[in-house]
């Protein structure tokens, strides 16, 4: 039996792929890439796993799993610091590293499980920062040319969790990020209430930033937001919905009840998912599929226990998107990324 995906998702669900290739050394990416090219099946791209279901089935075609470290620093003209980090390099590492010399942009995003090469992909931020605001550039294979290109910031479509990488799956593998970084001992201002109460501060305050990057661990810790080695939340894959899209109608009724809306970046109304999941009737614990639950954390995080499938937590995200429909009309999208639906998307081996 091939390698189990089970054993490379935080969720630690899913069968087999067909072929696994672990890419540790950017020097040899085209001989991994000429290998995956005679396959008949595009590749799906692997970092931490932890924003990935993948099916009890497996997958059926090669999976590759970026495992490639390194991060440098340049200094530019300008007065900013240019920091490139391979795929597979931790985010948590980066955002440390960046912490420790003195560099602000992303010190916010600390804790997060995954790696750096999937942070555009979802465009992945946390407390107000998100990982396009610093972006600068990212070289990618694409499938589609069967070259590598490099790929700036305007072509990347970044919204709210999402960019042209998580829209159009498949056709880019991200080899390498380049952010772009202002040199400042001050973290952006605070703009989450939560994180000012962790460090004691007021909205809108620059902390230091080695204390922000404390003060996010110790908030994330404190909400349920972190990885737990061990314990019955130790299996999951953080938030399972983005917060949806809503009408102005729907927003005046989830006003009306107490819930919090905001403007997302575009201009958008947002309703909270986890808080439509507790007005379904949810709540930190509660069972909803078989061997699935909403973690004992927070309602929006589900976690997989001994009897899980990836099956019964499809059937999970299903009934807690159908309980939200019925009870305030609002639809929900799961945030997990399903491997199976990257095959046939755009992999053309007859243009490589
Ligand atoms: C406890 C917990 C907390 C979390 N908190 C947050 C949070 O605060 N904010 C947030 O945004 N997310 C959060 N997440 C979700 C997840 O950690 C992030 O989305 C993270 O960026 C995913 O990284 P990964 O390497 O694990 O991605 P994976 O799960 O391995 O992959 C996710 C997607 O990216 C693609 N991909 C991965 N690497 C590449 C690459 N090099 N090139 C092309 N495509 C690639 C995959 O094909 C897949 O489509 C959390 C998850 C957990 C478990």
Redesign the pocket.
Known sequence: MGELLAD???LRLGGPADRFLTHTDPAVWLDVARVVQREQIGP?????????LADDAGYPGPVI??ATRGIAVRSLADGFVEVVAQ??EP?SALVAFTISEGLSGIEY?G?????????P??????YGQ??SDTLASIT?YDWHLGRTVELRFSGCDFGY?SSA??TG??R????DVVLRLTRSPYAAPITYQHLADALDVRLGIRPPLAEAGQGVLYD?RNRG???PQAGPDSR????VFLNPLVTPAQAATVRAAGGPVHLDQSGHLRASAGWLLERAGYYPGAPVAPGVFCSTGRTL?LTARNAATASSFDTALRTLASQVLAATTVHLTP???R?GR?VDVGFRTEQL
């Open positions: 490379h998702t935080t799906f791209v692997l970092g931490g796993g932890s924003n990935t799993r970026m795929a597979g985010l995003l804790g997060i499980p995954g790696t750096t090469g999937a942070a992909v979802q465009n992945t931020g946390a998100q990982i990618a969790r990488f998580k799956p498949g880019w593998t991200l080899l994330r937001l972190s990885l999951q894959a953080g938030s995080t945030e997990p990324v491997p990257c």
